[in-house]
């Protein structure tokens, strides 16, 4: 019987036996040539990988900006494509990931989100770039890095690395037609509207989807003021290291008891070690709206130059991060965009555009929103301003999903009912006593002036049923909070709800309505969180599941402590009553027959929200233990101190 080497040595330790000097030798000859390292290990320094059958060519390339960094940026270049024009998205979220989806494959579509592979399929050659700091990129991370100027001493900012990148990739990318469009969403978004300023005559048009604009008034941070502190973990992954890749964790399931644990944000910051990060601290430096956040507002940036690239500003209705930042762009630049300027409003989520939208959360809309929005709006716009020869699209100037009857429409501007007051096109929906709501008819004085309730920080109302578990947790359904059954909270004794009685007409709204309320606190401090709702009724015989539904169309949450200056805190004078104005996301929707309009009025939103302590503290983000207290809340309807929705009702 023959052995291999290995079984004699193998045998002969089993047998207690040595083996013959010329057998061992042997034994020793093949196992050197069999175990023998190669020079330079087992990688080699370059691999050719089989490309047979693949449908596109990848490039990967380090492009220098003009302070020497260079990006690292992924093209793929669809083997049909000889001439044609450049997708941009230029990203923190790493550019090699967001390119190669699912491990990539030998199809380009198998490496590309469902929008990105519909403009691949449409001749488009799809680019991503690690934006400077992050992943395989050099520089600096900041986030959100501010143009050059008082906020950045710096000579390079995202406009300026967005204008060298279009550069190189018109002159060193053969395929290209000359000819480039900046997309993005979220992040990216932001990244994308930073392209339009002083942008490179190559640039011919761009898609920023839900982007990032005004991360204090409505954006990622903060909304009108209030904190928005589920995204604490989203600042310590994003800026701890460069790769994104330490994770937050939480040594509980339930984030309302995490948060609660702790009390304030800063010292759940300072148990996370996070006053390591820059970002955060500054955070905690400017609660307040000052020059630090107004001086980034990229809205109020934009709107200092005229649009000079063809923009379509893509907004989701029910975005539950960036609810704010699109349709505030299209308003800053469309005086002055030339036609430039162009809106899109989706029946969405974060994000939801790029892929599958045919229901959000318990609400189906019958079809693909998602794919038809693209199909027949974002690469008709796109192909007409970057394809040589390629018609004119018929694009209206704002494009808006209706929800309640679920069709797109299309408008000349937006919004489409006025928004500077009842006089001049709004239509009041009152407060009344007995938990009434009456269109466009002033309450008549009653008994009772007022509704009250009791807000304890100790137990403060939830966003969401509980359990609250992190946004980014497995399993989490943070997408659709916005569109939750609000049941949870109406039957809660510290919210006051209000309804309509059931309507026998429609009752469409088309922009955003403003709460105007009437009210006091006996502490010195408070929040006030509005919400606009869609009651389905009692039954609804097709779909059991929904009978009785609370659908928020629309909802947000203003500081009190910001009420007549954003930029500066004030006290609330104890027990007095004072007007608020809280205006609340854009919407889209018809109140149909048989449903019922509902408002709900609290005083937290948590643990979406930090707490307010209801002590005027100088910043609440610190707040001590000792400084959360319980306060009484009254909400007014007499008829001096009317408490109403303005309703931005379209005939």
Avoid at 528 to 533: C, E, F, G, N, S
Wanted: aromatic fraction near 10%; charged fraction near 20%.
């Amino acid at each position: 019987m023959r052995f291999k080497s290995f079984d004699l040595v193998a045998a002969a330790l089993l047998l207690g036996t040595a083996l013959a000097p010329a057998a061992a030798a042997q034994i020793e000859s093949k196992v050197a040539t069999v175990a023998a390292i190669p020079p330079g290990g087992d990688v080699p320094k370059t691999f050719v990988p089989v490309r047979t059958g693949y449908d596109y060519v990848k490039r990967t390339v380090m492009i220098p900006m003009r302070d020497g960094v260079k990006l690292h940026t992924v093209i793929l270049v669809p083997n049909a494509v000889k001439r044609g024009p450049i997708m941009l998205d230029r990203t923190p979220y790493d550019a090699d990931r967001m390119l190669a989806r699912g491990g990539g494959g030998p199809l380009i579509e198998q490496n590309l989100s469902p929008a990105y592979a519909e403009l691949a399929r449409a001749g488009y050659i799809i680019v991503g770039q690690d934006v400077r700091g992050k992943d395989g990129s050099g520089g600096d991370y900041v986030m959100n890095r501010p143009l050059r100027g008082p906020l950045n001493p710096t000579k390079v900012d995202h406009a300026t690395d967005a204008y060298d990148t279009i550069d190189w990739l018109v002159k060193h990318v053969p395929e290209s037609n000359g000819r480039v469009g900046t997309i993005g969403t979220s992040y990216d978004g932001f990244t994308a509207l930073m392209s339009l300023i002083n942008p490179h005559p190559a640039l011919k048009a761009s898609v920023p989807i839900n982007p990032m604009v005004d991360v204090w008034k409505g954006d990622d941070w903060f909304h009108n003021g209030a904190f928005r502190q589920e995204m604490m973990s989203y600042v310590y992954k994003q800026t701890a290291t460069k790769g994104s890749d330490l994770e937050w964790y939480s040594t509980r399931y339930d984030d309302y008891d995490t948060f609660m644990a702790y009390g304030s944000p800063a010292a759940y910051g300072r148990a996370m070690k996070m006053e390591q990060l820059p970002f955060w601290n500054r955070i905690l430096q400017h609660p307040a709206y000052d020059a630090f956040w107004q001086e980034q507002a990229v809205d109020k940036l934009l709107a200092k130059a005229p649009l000079t690239v063809p923009t379509l500003f893509v907004d989701s209705l029910w975005d539950q991060e960036d609810i704010y930042g699109a349709p505030a762009a299209f308003a800053a630049t469309k005086a002055r965009s030339n036609g430039n300027a162009h809106l899109v409003l989706g029946p969405w989520h974060h994000g939801q555009g790029n892929g599958d939208a045919t229901r959000l959360g318990a609400i189906e809309f019958g079809s693909d929103t998602g794919k038809a929005f693209r199909r027949d709006v974002m690469i008709p716009f796109l192909d007409s301003k970057l394809k040589e020869g390629a018609p004119a699209a018929d694009i209206a100037p704002v494009t808006a999903y209706e929800t309640g009857t679920n069709r797109w429409t299309r408008h000349a501007d937006w919004p489409l009912a006025c928004t500077t007051g009842c006089a001049t096109g709004m239509t009041p929906m009152y407060l009344t006593a007995n938990s009434g709501l009456t269109l466009g008819t002033a309450p008549a004085a009653t008994a009772a002036a007022y509704d009250e309730y009791i807000s304890d920080p100790a137990k403060p109302v939830t966003y969401r049923q509980r359990p609250n578990i992190s946004p980014w947790a497995t399993g989490s359904t943070w997408r659709q909070w916005l569109v939750d059954d609000q049941r949870f909270a109406a039957g809660r004794s510290d919210v006051l709800t209000y309804s309509t009685p059931v309507l026998t007409a429609p009752v469409k709204i088309a922009g955003q309505a403003i709460a105007h309320l009437f009210a006091s606190t006996s502490g010195t401090d408070s929040d006030w969180v509005v919400k606009l709702i869609d009651v389905y009724p009692d039954l609804v015989p097709d779909k059991p599941e929904m009978g009785g539904y609370q659908l928020a169309v629309a909802m947000d949450v203003l500081r009190a402590r910001y009420r007549d200056d954003p930029s500066k805190a004030t006290p609330v004078p104890a027990g007095q009553v004072v007007p608020y104005a809280i205006t609340l996301p854009d919407a889209d929707h018809v109140f149909l027959p048989g449903h019922r309009i509902m408002v709900q009025v609290q005083s937290s939103w948590f643990p979406l929200y930090d707490r307010n302590p209801q002590t005027f503290v100088p910043n609440i983000l610190d707040a001590k233990p000792a400084d959360y207290v319980k306060a009484t809340q009254r909400v007014y309807h007499a008829p001096s101190q009317a408490s109403y929705i303005a309703l931005p009702v379209v005939k």
